[in-house]
């Protein structure tokens, strides 16, 4: 069989056909490289017609970063999938799904451990950069809790995947008018490998202080 056995071509081609065939044009600058790196993510050109966003994402991240505010994912699958050597040295995303205390949260408040997580935010979620790929009730708890009067992060990334809830999720981020940076893709598609890779062109290329 004939295949492409250069990595680098394979990159290169790769990023070439999105800007062939995706339909950038009426995306601001900022946030291109999030939309490709998106695409990239998930093979699909035309997951620029379910795409959303809300100001300025990519500054909105690096500014956070920048301060040293914290990135909070949904589950391990983001986290793993945030590139390390395009953030500052030692800095490390956090994923609370995991903790001790979780499950017994999630019993009390009668939710999910996904929603039940994003209570061990809340002392700094102000500022801080959130990231959903998975979970639709980690960003339904998330909307709850800000639009009680909760802290409010600096930018939110979602393109939680699914069947149950996950459109209904994306689409009420994109209509709560939280004067929040953010950027997701509406409907069913989405995944970790794509909310990770929209944080990852936020960083790339960026000289930390």
Known sequence: MDWLRDPQAIYKESF?????EAALEHFPAALRAVVVRMIHACGMVDLTTDIRWFGDVASAVGNAISARKPIFCDCEMVRSGIIRR??????EPTCT?????????AKQMQTTRSA????????????AVVVVGNAPTTLFHLLELIERGGPKPAAIIATPVGFVGAAESKQALADANLNIPFVTVLGRRGGSAMASAALNAT?????WS
């Not at 070439?16 to 062939?20: F, G, Y």
């Not at 395009?86 to 800095?91: K, N, Q, S, V």
């Not at 960083?203 to 000289?207: K, N, P, Q």
């Open 86 to 91: 395009f953030l500052p040295e030692g800095f």
């Open 16 to 20: 070439a056909t999105i800007e062939r």
């Open 203 to 207: 960083t790339i290329g960026r000289e």
């Open 116 to 127: 039940a997580a994003v209570e061990l935010w809340k002392d700094e979620l102000e500022g």
């Open 97 to 105: 799904l995991n903790q001790p205390s979780v499950p017994t949260l």
